[in-house]
């Protein structure tokens, strides 16, 4: 167990230090400041907007859950981005470098191995995706006066959707160039972004055709399925023509939610590993 964790300090370092680390923390940092300054203009001039005395819309709720559902989606990008570029060549990359062949012969074998690089990623990108989702609470309330109902478990639940895909990246990484398993896994990521796309679109239309296909898809990728019931937290309390608008999307709807989804993406977890764990036994390095 202790070498478990001191290879995963030992990546966790490495994460650090790599370059891709540093431009996604140039990237965040931008974003963070335009988000400030978006919300700084949006609730200045909120009290200027007058809706129809017939359309009873809470427009601070309305604007706060909005706002921080763009965040939500900006911090689970980065979050994939980060761990896609700190797994994608953990095993191929590493072994057509010669990194690989000494380390799992003697003296920690190749689960360690795989084990002790996941967690290394892992922490790096939950320690980055709460950091970055608590700064951008932070601003909404500091320039809005608006929170959540349920502040922790959305910032939780993105850091959930991208140790998921750190999983898979892990598991293309044993059968996949370092280029291709990068290609697949944000092609997936995007799949995934599409299909909820898709069932916004579908409940606007009230077509059940593409809802449908839409939860098949976020089941079928969960890390959709966390950030749809993350956006549903956020605002779990709109009611009324206010709750509607939100449901509509992009960033306020969430058709695949709840205690099973989250169960379903702890179980996608463990069997994404043990395949990665599986096939990488059986590799000829």
Not at 61 to 75: K, Q
Not at 262 to 270: D, E, F, H, K, P
Request: hydrophobic share 55%; net charge positive.
């Amino acid at each position: 167990m202790s070498s478990v964790f001191t290879i995963a300090g030992y990546g966790f370092r490495e994460a650090v230090r790599r370059k891709v680390f540093a431009v996604v923390v140039l990237l965040t940092a931008a974003f963070l400041a335009l988000f400030w300054l978006a919300n700084h203009y949006v609730f200045t001039r909120l009290s200027t907007i007058s809706p129809p005395a017939d359309v009873h819309v809470d427009t601070r709720t309305f604007a706060g859950a909005f706002l921080l559902g763009l965040a939500m989606f900006a911090t689970l990008f980065l979050g994939v981005v980060l761990a896609v570029f700190l797994t994608l060549g953990v095993v191929t990359g590493d072994a057509e470098r010669g990194l690989l062949q000494p380390l799992v012969v003697r003296p920690i074998g190749r689960s360690t191995l795989l084990l002790s690089r996941f967690l290394g990623a892992a922490a790096v990108c939950i320690v980055y995706v709460l950091a970055v989702y608590g700064i951008a609470l932070a601003i909404i309330d500091l320039t809005g006066h608006w929170l959540p109902p349920s502040k922790v478990a959305p910032g939780l639940e993105l850091a959930g959707g991208v140790v998921i895909v750190i999983a898979l990246s892990i598991l293309g990484s044993v059968v996949l160039s370092s280029t291709a398993n990068g290609i697949a896994v944000f092609m997936l990521f995007g799949a995934g972004l599409t299909a909820g796309l898709l069932g916004t679109i579908g409940h606007a239309l009230n077509s059940h055709s593409i809802e449908h296909a839409s939860k098949v898809a976020a089941w079928a990728l969960p890390f959709e399925a966390l950030y749809q019931d993350g956006l549903r937290l956020i605002s779990s309390d709109a009611s009324g023509l206010t709750g509607f608008l939100l449901q509509l999307g992009p960033f306020g709807g969430a058709y695949v939610h709840g205690w099973g989804i989250r169960v379903w993406s702890a179980g996608y977890l463990c069997v994404a590993l043990a395949l990665a764990l599986l096939a990488f036994s059986r590799r000829d390095l």
